[in-house]
């Protein structure tokens, strides 16, 4: 165990039971002229935790620890999108609908691929899922308990919506969840700093959240 100055307390990491989700860094919610921008959103606060979210993938790598992709996306007939999520609100595009990256949100179109500087590498675990929570209608409970993990290290993007949800959901079925708040983004960063705040709350009632060079500096020892 390695001992970690996390938020709200210090956090024991076991690396004989830890991985690193990387949740949807996908070109339609990074990329300056994909999805997320055609919304309205300003992605540069998603563009700047590119390089951090980097260096903790390669720290997870060098140590030969297990490092998991999530992506939001839909089956082409759209039969995994529940009508409820396609049709709120009255966005210029919509699920499945053509757009600057292909269809929005569909498996194998480009906007749906995550980032090539975050490419997942051949073997790593890429989950796709038509929810906000990487637990919802996906095998992904059934391989972090194949693969031995207890505790989940978190990036990726939108802290509020898909990190939060899936670290939610993973803390309730038993995971010890850890947050690393500068590899994770919010097109609005005053709820980035909420989400942390209410997670850690209530003595980590969601989970822990760490700084990546923190984390790194754990798995080297
Ligand atoms: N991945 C993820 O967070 N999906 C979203 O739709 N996020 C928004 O913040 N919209």
Avoid at 8 to 17: C, N, Q, T, Y
Avoid at 132 to 141: D, I, L, M, W
Avoid at 181 to 200: G, L, Q
Wanted: charged letters at 20%; a negative charge.
């Amino acid at each position: 165990m390695t001992r970690i100055d996390a938020r709200p307390f210090a956090f024991e990491l076991d690396a004989g039971s830890v991985g690193l989700v990387v949740i949807d860094m996908q070109r339609d919610f990074v990329e300056p002229g994909g999805f997320g921008e055609s919304l309205g959103n300003d992605v540069s606060p998603l563009q700047q935790i590119v390089p951090t979210t980097a260096s903790l993938i390669a720290g997870f790598r060098a140590h030969g620890l297990p490092v998991l992709h999530t992506r939001e996306c839909h089956a082409a007939d759209l039969s995994d999108c529940p009508p409820a999520k396609r049709l709120r609100g009255d966005p210029a595009l919509r699920i499945g609908d053509p757009g600057p990256m292909g269809r929005i949100l569909i498996a194998g179109e480009p906007g749906a691929e995550i980032i090539p500087e975050l490419a997942p590498l051949p073997g790593e675990i890429v989950i796709d899922k038509p929810g906000k929570g990487a637990f919802c209608r996906t095998g992904f409970e059934t391989i972090l308990g194949d693969l031995g993990l207890r505790q989940l290290i978190f990036a990726g993007v939108t802290t509020e919506v898909c990190v939060q949800t899936t670290m939610r959901e993973a803390n309730d079925r038993g995971f010890d969840c850890l947050l690393a708040v500068d590899a994770t983004a919010s097109y609005f960063p005053e709820f980035k700093r909420a989400a942390i705040e209410m997670m850690t709350a209530q003595g980590a009632i969601v989970g822990w959240a760490a700084e990546t060079a923190q984390i790194l500096e754990a798995l080297d020892d």
